[in-house]
């Protein structure tokens, strides 16, 4: 099966920046998308980003659009999520989330990911 590993989380300033990783192992082929959600203390799970893997289509919510950004290094089976000019509330823990699965899929759909990371926590003061 695939196993996710997420880093890259830590505590920055306001309109600072921060890049995530989610490295891939296991039965990488089968991957077919991956996700980024975050959830904040108290707060429903949200989307954040997404990229497919046949042609690399991104996706984003539109709270981060125009500032995060999703990207893949195939060869390290590991997806990047660039956040730049962060903002107090994007202050969540960020998990990293895959699919072998394309029929169906919606980006923004959590049920749509069968596995998923342990998440990291990105912490942005004021």
């Known amino acids: 099966q695939v196993q996710l590993v997420e880093s890259g989380g830590g505590l920055v300033q306001a309109g600072g920046a921060l890049r995530l990783s989610c490295a891939a192992s296991?039965?990488?082929?089968?991957?077919?998308?991956m996700g980024w959600f975050r959830q904040a203390p108290g707060k429903e799970r949200e989307f954040v980003a997404a990229?497919?893997?046949?042609?690399?289509?991104?996706y984003y919510a539109d709270s981060v659009k125009g500032r995060f950004t999703i990207s893949r290094d195939n060869a390290k089976n590991t997806v990047y999520l660039q956040m730049n000019s962060l903002k107090p509330e994007d202050t969540a823990v960020y998990s990293c989330?895959?699919?072998?699965?394309?029929?169906?899929?919606?980006?923004?759909?959590?049920?749509?990911?069968?596995?998923w990371g342990q998440g990291t926590q990105v912490t942005v003061s004021s």
């Open positions: 989330a895959a699919t072998p699965f394309r029929m169906g899929w919606e980006p923004h759909r959590a049920y749509a990911y069968g596995t």
């Open positions: 296991g039965r990488t082929y089968d991957i077919y998308a």
């Open positions: 990229i497919r893997f046949d042609g690399g289509s991104t």
